[in-house]
C-alpha cells in the first residue's frame, strides 16, 4: 500500500495549481476604466511643488500611533525647502501616478468567497448575491428550500450555526460539511477492503457502484499516483491503496487551503461576533472529539492484538501526564468541556498527533484569522505556541502560512521587526516565481509594506506597495481600489516626512478615491471602508498641522474640520460593527479625539479619550508605550477643561491595564518604560486628588514598584550575561547589513534615556510623599470616618467614588439638546450620543 506521506514536490504544485488557474478570470476585469483625470494631477505637482511647500512634523502626525496631540507638541517650520527633496517628491508621485493609469472599479482580487480558488463542497446549496450568502431555494418558492433536508441532518448546534449566521456563510460554516471529498474516499476504500475480506457491509455496493478513482470531482494528480504503485494490475487492494492516498492528498490540499472562517467579515456587532466565535471554537472542539475517539479505538484495538502498550505504560513511560497545561484547551477551547477533556484521556504524544491531523491543523490556523479579526490576540498567540512547530515539521506550503499568520499576529502586538522576520523567511521558501503565482506575490508584498511601514521605513513602504502593483500589471491585471488606498498612505506619509504638502495632498486625494470606489466594489466590508476613512481623515489632520505650523491658522482649521466627517463615519462604523470596546473601536475614538483637540472641542475630546482609554486598558495587545502616551493626552485634556478631579474614574481601568501588563510580561521585557508608566499613573494618582491627599498611600506603592523595577533594569545593564533568554531575540538576515543595524536600533514610542535619572526622581518623589503622608492623610481618613490603617490598602483593592466632574461648556457648534425635538440616531455625527452611556454600560458591568 501506498505510504500516507506528505505530497511531494509535484504535488504540491498541483494543489496550487488551481489556484492560478481560477485566478486568470481576473486578468481582464469588468469595470476596467481609463482615468486621464490621474494625468491632470500629476502635471500640476511639479508647479506646486516649486511654489508651495510643507513643513516638517516632529510626529507622525498623520498615520501613526504617535500623532500630535497639540499645537504645543508641534516644531517649529523650517523657513527654507531643499529643491532636491522637491525635485524627489514630484518623480516619486508621477512614477506612482502611472502605475495608476488605468485601474479597475470591481471587487479587489481575492477578496471574494473562496479568494482566488473555487468555494469548497461545505457551500453546496449556498449561493454568495455579492453581499451576503443566502440558502438556495428551489422552484421560486422561498419556503421549498433544497436545504431542508440537510438542515434537519444536521445537529442542534449546527443548525443553530447554519440558520442564524446564514449570511456569514451558514451551512458552509459547519466543520461536518467539510472534509466530504476525503471521507467519502476513505469510505470506499474500506468497502473494497471489506468484499475483499468477505465481510461486506449495507451500502458497500453502492459505494462502489459510484467510484471516485479517476473521478474529476477530486483534484488529485490520479496518473502520478498509480505510477507509484509498481505494479499495471489494479485490483480492489491497489484501488483501496489509491484511495486512501488521493484522501490523504485531498485532505491535506483542502487543510492548508480553508481561509473559510478567516472569511468571515464579524460585522454583526460585539455580541454576535462574540456569540458566533463560541459557536466556531464549539466546531473545533468536536471536530477533535471526534479525530481523537477515532485514535482512541483504533489504540484498543492494538491493544488487543497485544501490537501496542497500554495507555497506563505509555504515559508512566514518558512521564508526563495528558492532564499537563495546553495553551490550545486551558485558554483557546476553556469553555468546550469536551476538547478540554482529551487532556485526561489521551497522552501527550496522541494529543500532539490529533491535532497534528490535516484536517484539525488547517482549522486550527484558521481560527487565528477568526481571533485576528476580534482581536482575540491571546488566543492568537496560545494556538500559534501549539500549532507553529507542528508546520514547521511539515515545511513546504504549511509553513508558509503559519508564518504568514505568525506575521499578522507579531503586527497586531507592535512587533514588526519579528514580523518582518517571519516574512523574509516566507520569501525565502515560496516555491514559484511572481510570473507564477502573482497572487501570492501580491499579499507577500502589501505584508513587507504594511511591516516597513510600521518600521517607520517609508520609502521601503512605498517602495514594497509598487511592487504589489507591478506584478499583477504584468499578469494582465489592473489595480484596485486597494492599491490606491496604499498608495495614497505611503505618499501621504513620505510627503509628511519629507516636508512635502502637496505630496500629502495627493495621498489625501489618493485615499478619498479609493474610499469612493470601495463603498460600491465592496459594500458589504464596513470595517475596510471604516478604515479608509480613518485614513483619509488623519492625512487630512496631518495637512493642517502643516498650515498650522506655518502660521496659517484658517488654512488649518478648513483642514480639521474636512477630516472631521470622514473620522466621525469611521468611528460609527467600528462600533456598529464591531463593538464599543475592541480594540479598532477605540483606536478611532482617540483619533476622533485628536481631531477634537485640534478644534478646540475639549468636552468632546475628553470623551473620546476616556473610551479610548477603556478600551487600551482592557485590550490584548496594549503595551506601555501606547498607555504612557494616551495618559498624557488625557491629563492635558483635563488641565485645558479644569477637572482634575474628574481623573479619579480612570483609576479602575489602569489598575486592569497593570494586571494585564504583568501578566503579558510586559513588566520585565520593558521594565525602564514600565517604570514610566508607573510614574505616569502617580501623576494622575495625585493630580486628581487635587491636593487632598487622598490618594497619596497608593501614589507611593506605584512610585515604589517603579523604583524596584528600575533598579532590576539597572542591575540587569550593569550584568547583561546574567540576563535570563527567556524571549530569544529572532535575528534578520538582510542582504544590507547597514539596513538591519538601522531597522534594529530603531525605538518606537517613549523610552527612557537616563534609567539612573529617573530612579533618581522617583526616589526624591516618594521621600515628599512620605513626609506629606502622615498629616495629609490622617486628616482625610479621620474626616471619613476611618481607619488609619487605610492608608496601607493595595492599589487594587480601594478606589474612592470619584466626585461628579466639572461641567464644561457645549461646543460653539453643537445645538442645545432641547432644540432637537425628534429622537436622536444611534450615532450623531460626532459619535457623543451614545459615549456616556457605554461608558456607564461598561463600567456598571464591571
Known amino acids: 500500500m501506498l505510504a500516507a506521506a506528505s505530497p511531494s514536490k509535484a504535488t504540491m504544485q498541483h494543489m496550487i495549481r488551481p489556484l492560478r488557474a481560477t485566478a486568470r478570470k481576473w486578468r481582464c476585469p469588468r469595470g476596467q476604466v481609463s482615468h486621464r483625470a490621474w494625468a491632470g494631477v500629476v502635471a500640476g505637482v511639479a508647479a506646486r511643488h516649486a511654489s508651495r511647500a510643507g513643513s516638517r512634523l516632529r510626529l507622525q502626525a498623520a498615520l501613526e500611533p504617535e500623532m500630535t496631540e497639540t499645537s504645543a507638541d508641534l516644531e517649529s517650520p523650517e523657513t527654507e525647502q531643499d529643491p532636491a527633496l522637491e525635485d524627489e517628491s514630484a518623480d516619486r508621485v508621477a512614477k506612482s501616478m502611472k502605475l495608476l493609469d488605468e485601474y479597475s472599479e470591481e471587487m479587489h482580487p481575492g477578496h471574494k468567497p473562496g479568494r482566488f480558488a473555487e468555494v469548497g463542497p461545505e457551500f453546496e446549496g449556498m449561493e454568495f448575491d455579492g453581499l451576503r450568502w443566502k440558502m438556495q431555494s428551489t422552484g421560486g418558492d422561498p419556503s421549498q428550500s433544497s436545504q431542508s433536508q440537510a438542515l434537519m441532518t444536521l445537529s442542534e448546534e449546527d443548525r443553530m450555526l447554519a440558520t442564524k449566521y446564514e449570511a456569514a456563510g451558514g451551512l458552509g460554516l459547519c466543520l461536518n460539511r467539510a472534509w466530504t471529498i476525503p471521507d467519502k474516499l476513505r469510505a470506499e476504500a474500506r468497502s473494497l477492503l471489506r468484499s475483499v475480506a468477505g465481510e461486506p457491509e449495507e451500502g458497500d455496493e453502492e459505494l462502489m457502484a459510484d467510484s471516485m478513482l479517476d473521478s474529476e470531482r477530486v483534484n488529485v494528480p490520479w496518473d502520478e499516483l498509480k505510477s507509484q504503485l509498481g505494479t499495471k494490475e489494479v485490483g480492489p487492494v491497489e484501488r483501496a491503496a489509491l484511495l486512501l492516498h488521493a484522501a490523504d492528498i485531498a485532505e491535506e490540499r483542502e487543510a492548508v487551503m480553508r481561509n473559510t472562517w478567516s472569511d468571515i467579515e464579524f460585522g454583526g456587532g460585539e455580541m454576535s461576533n462574540a456569540e458566533l466565535v463560541a459557536r466556531l471554537e464549539r466546531q473545533f472542539a468536536g471536530q477533535l472529539v471526534k479525530s481523537a475517539e477515532v485514535r482512541i479505538r483504533h489504540r484498543k484495538e492494538q491493544e488487543k492484538k497485544g501490537t501496542k502498550k497500554p495507555e497506563e505504560t505509555e504515559k508512566r513511560e514518558q512521564g508526563v501526564q495528558g492532564q499537563q497545561n495546553d495553551g490550545i484547551f486551558d485558554m483557546v477551547l476553556k469553555d468546550c468541556q469536551d476538547a478540554r477533556d482529551l487532556q485526561h484521556r489521551l497522552p501527550p504524544s496522541e494529543l ?53 499568520k505568525l506575521c499578522a499576529v507579531r503586527m497586531k502586538q507592535f512587533r514588526a521587526y519579528d514580523a518582518l522576520v517571519a516574512l523574509k523567511e516566507i520569501e525565502q521558501n515560496v516555491p514559484f516565481q511572481p510570473e507564477e503565482g502573482w497572487e501570492f506575490h501580491d499579499i507577500m508584498y502589501r505584508n513587507f509594506a504594511w511591516c516597513y511601514s510600521s518600521l517607520d521605513e517609508a520609502e521601503k513602504c512605498l517602495e514594497y506597495t509598487r511592487k504589489s502593483v507591478e506584478v499583477k500589471k504584468a499578469n494582465g491585471v489592473q489595480p484596485t481600489w486597494f492599491d490606491i488606498w496604499d498608495l495614497g498612505k505611503a505618499h501621504a506619509r513620505l510627503g509628511q516626512k519629507t516636508q512635502q504638502r502637496e505630496e500629502m495632498k495627493i495621498g489625501f486625494e489618493l485615499c478619498v478615491k479609493a474610499g469612493e470606489i470601495h463603498r460600491t466594489a465592496e459594500a458589504s466590508d464596513r470595517i475596510m471602508l471604516a478604515k479608509i476613512l480613518s485614513n483619509v481623515g488623519e492625512v487630512a489632520m496631518g495637512i493642517g498641522d502643516s498650515h498650522f505650523l506655518k502660521e496659517e491658522k484658517e488654512e488649518a482649521r478648513e483642514w480639521y474640520e474636512k477630516a472631521e466627517k470622514p473620522l466621525a463615519e469611521s468611528y460609527e462604523l467600528h462600533v456598529s460593527s464591531l463593538g464599543p470596546m475592541k480594540p479598532l473601536a477605540g483606536w478611532q475614538a482617540g483619533t476622533m479625539a485628536h481631531c477634537m483637540v485640534r478644534l478646540e472641542r475639549w468636552p468632546e475630546a475628553r470623551e473620546y479619550l476616556a473610551l479610548a482609554l477603556r478600551v487600551e486598558c482592557t485590550k490584548d495587545s496594549t503595551t506601555n508605550g501606547s498607555l504612557i502616551e494616551l495618559l498624557d493626552r488625557v491629563v492635558s485634556c483635563h488641565q485645558e477643561l479644569g477637572d482634575m478631579p474628574g481623573m479619579l474614574e480612570y483609576v479602575p481601568d489602569l489598575e486592569e491595564a497593570m494586571r494585564g501588563l504583568r501578566q503579558r510580561g510586559w513588566d520585565r521585557r520593558e521594565r525602564d518604560v514600565y517604570a514610566l508608566l508607573l510614574q505616569r499613573i502617580s501623576t494622575v494618582l495625585l493630580l486628581a486628588s487635587e491636593g487632598t491627599g487622598q490618594m497619596i498611600g497608593k501614589a507611593l506603592q506605584v512610585l515604589e514598584e517603579a523604583a524596584n523595577n528600575l533598579q532590576i533594569f539597572i542591575g540587569d545593564a550593569a550584568r547583561p550575561e546574567d540576563l535570563p533568554d527567556v524571549d530569544a531575540e529572532v535575528d534578520l538576515e538582510l542582504p544590507e547589513e547597514d539596513e538591519k543595524a538601522k531597522i534594529k536600533k530603531k525605538k518606537f514610542g517613549p523610552q527612557v534615556d537616563n534609567a539612573g535619572e529617573l530612579l533618581k526622581q522617583i526616589r526624591t518623589s516618594i521621600k515628599i510623599l512620605k513626609v506629606s503622608q502622615t498629616g495629609s492623610e490622617q486628616e482625610v481618613q479621620a474626616a471619613a470616618g476611618k481607619s488609619s490603617t487605610a492608608s496601607t490598602a493595595r492599589f487594587e483593592e480601594h478606589v474612592p467614588e470619584p466626585p461628579a466632574p466639572t461641567p464644561a461648556p457645549a461646543p460653539a457648534k453643537t445645538p442645545p439638546a432641547a432644540e432637537t425635538a425628534s429622537p436622536e440616531p444611534a450615532f450623531r455625527r460626532d459619535g457623543l450620543n451614545s459615549l456616556r452611556g457605554v461608558l456607564r454600560e461598561v463600567s456598571r458591568a464591571r
Open 352 to 404: 500532539t498527533a490529533t491535532l497534528n491531523e490535516p484536517r484539525n491543523l488547517g482549522v486550527a490556523l484558521d481560527l487565528i484569522g477568526v481571533y485576528l479579526k476580534n482581536y482575540e490576540i491571546d488566543k492568537c498567540d496560545y494556538v500559534l505556541e501549539r500549532v507553529v512547530p507542528l508546520a514547521r515539521k511539515r515545511g513546504g506550503t504549511w509553513l508558509i502560512k503559519a508564518l504568514d
